[in-house]
């Protein structure tokens, strides 16, 4: 049994809200006294091509338990390696109870990086004994192997701390302050389509896809087309429901975007959607038919065949439900990155998409991700030449 506590970041250059002494404190040497085990995990590259790293600080509860201590501060602060802070850090603070009996505290965090190396100053201080704990370690983020998109890594900051560290029931946050990456392009229309259907039973699955779905779209939508135009949609396909329509890229807010995708309620569903289930195919058909016929949402006026992008998690299609010949062919370039595992039978998504000749990506994890994300953007740039 342990006390968890997660630090919550501040982004402050002057950090108002962790107190000076605690700052001071990564300013010494390494030093232990207090009890404690720290854990660092090592870099592990998201969906949203970032890599996270996990920082837990555990300190016993015996000795706390015996001792003066009421208040304990952790921070974490990061450098670059000519040992200039980064912007921003996660501090967190608990108070002892008074009868504290069992269990040991559990300080948690995390932390987005590129590849690079730098340098993490961690500190932990009892503020009525002074007592303190600092550690300074060397992390370094290797870059993926043979990575066909070095470039993506130039729009991530080089240190970005998330807003919270979910439990299990939410979702990791997307990077908030990835910049765009403008490809050489003719006026050419790119949609984004988002498919967060809940396929199957278990909340925890369809939490992490749609996590996936969402960080790999932030990834794409994040993309520039000087002379043409980027619009995100989003549905809910099984349900066939719009949860948002063509929204120009330049607009989206996707810490918003993603909050309000976590705020829907996919354990029921009403009955005009459970007679529409078999309408699926059609509904998803006609709604990419409707993003290459419009240009809604854009300022310019494209007059290159479209592209439009699909993202959708594994699928199973409702008994019954018909698959109608597909007009898409002529109308748009169709990707289609596929998150999940399953075999053709739970693709329903590339079922649908079949008749579209839609180019398939595997995105079964982040490096795969990174592939399909890397032929796409070469695809369009190539279009271009």
């Known amino acids: 049994m342990f006390l968890s506590t997660s630090a919550l970041p501040n982004a402050s250059d002057v950090l108002p809200s962790v107190p000076p002494n605690v700052l001071q404190l990564l300013r010494s040497n390494d030093q232990i006294q207090i009890k404690s085990k720290l854990e660092i995990s090592k870099p592990i590259l998201t969906f949203h091509q970032q890599f996270l790293v996990l920082v837990r600080y555990g300190v016993a509860g015996k000795p706390l338990r015996k001792s003066k201590y009421r208040q304990l501060h952790f921070v974490l602060r990061v ?144 993309l520039s087309l000087p002379d043409g135009c980027v619009r995100v949609s989003v549905i809910d396909a099984l349900r066939t429901k719009i949860v948002l329509d063509r929204q120009n890229a330049d607009q989206i807010d996707w810490g918003k975007l993603q909050a309000s995708i976590e705020e829907l309620d996919q354990n029921t569903i009403d009955i005009s959607a459970l007679e529409n289930q078999r309408r699926v195919a059609e509904f998803t058909q006609r709604f990419i038919e409707g993003l290459a016929r419009d240009t809604k949402g854009c300022t310019s006026s494209p007059n290159e065949e479209p592209v439009t992008a699909v993202i959708s998690a594994d699928l199973v299609l409702p008994l019954g439900a018909k698959i109608p010949r597909s007009p898409l062919p002529e109308l748009t370039d169709v990707y289609y990155f596929h998150v999940g595992t399953g075999s053709a039978w739970m693709d329903g998504v590339g079922q649908i998409l079949s008749s579209a000749k839609a180019r398939k990506m595997n995105c079964s994890n982040p490096l795969k991700a990174r592939e399909g994300i890397a032929e796409f953007i070469t695809s369009l740039s190539t279009v271009a030449d």
């Open 79 to 222: 450098k670059d390696e000519q040992g200039n802070w980064y912007q921003g850090a996660q501090y967190s603070s608990f108070e002892v109870p008074e009868q504290f009996k069992n269990g040991d505290i559990e300080f948690s965090t995390s932390v987005y990086l590129r590849p690079g190396t730098y340098q993490f100053a961690i500190g932990l201080l009892e503020s009525a004994t002074g007592h303190a704990n600092v550690n300074h370690l060397v992390i370094t983020v290797p870059p993926p192997k043979k990575d066909r998109i070095p470039q993506i890594n130039e729009l991530l900051p080089p240190v970005e701390f998330p807003a919270s560290m979910p439990d299990s029931k939410g979702m990791w946050p997307i990077s908030l302050q990835m910049a765009r990456l403008s490809l050489p392009g003719r006026n050419r229309q790119l949609d984004i389509l988002l498919n967060v259907t809940k396929a199957s039973r278990s909340d925890w699955l369809y939490r992490r896809q749609t996590e996936e779905v969402l960080a790999i779209g932030s990834v794409l939508g994040r």
